[in-house]
Nanobody, 116 residues
Framework: VQLQASGGGLVQAGGSLRLSCAASGSTASLTTIAWYRQPPGKLRELVAAIVSGETATYADSVKGRFTISRDNTKSAWYLQMDSLKPEDTAVYYC???????????WGQGTQVTVSS
């Protein structure tokens, strides 16, 4: 499975961005799809995930502002980010997990910078 993230950029506080992750390969076997981020000087953290195609879960810091969604027809998933804050500045990574082989897949990061 190969993942390609896109959609990052520079935005003012209060603005919106939509990240996209395009997947190729054996995507039908993916159990969980997710977005992670790594702020400057910090560890990578989970932002949002869809588990088993049903349940969406979010980090407390983004609840009510970010929405994760999946388009199975396009083997893609998205992260709609609204009401962005400077503390959302980070490199964002799309991720997928295949339970059958206990394998994580990562896309390349896309930079999101929120100016105050």
């Amino acid at each position: 499975v190969q993942l390609q993230a896109s959609g990052g950029g520079l935005v003012q506080a209060g603005g919106s961005l939509r990240l996209s992750c395009a997947a190729s390969g054996s995507t039908a076997s993916l159990t969980t799809i997710a977005w992670y981020r790594q702020p400057p000087g910090k560890l990578r953290e989970l932002v949002a995930a869809i588990v088993s195609g049903e349940t969406a879960t979010y980090a407390d810091s983004v609840k009510g502002r970010f929405t994760i969604s999946r388009d199975n027809t396009k083997s893609a998933w998205y992260l709609q980010m609204d009401s962005l804050k400077p503390e959302d500045t980070a490199v964002y990574y799309c991720n997928a997990f295949e339970l059958g082989v206990l394998q994580h897949y990562w896309g390349q990061g896309t930079q999101v910078t929120v100016s105050s």
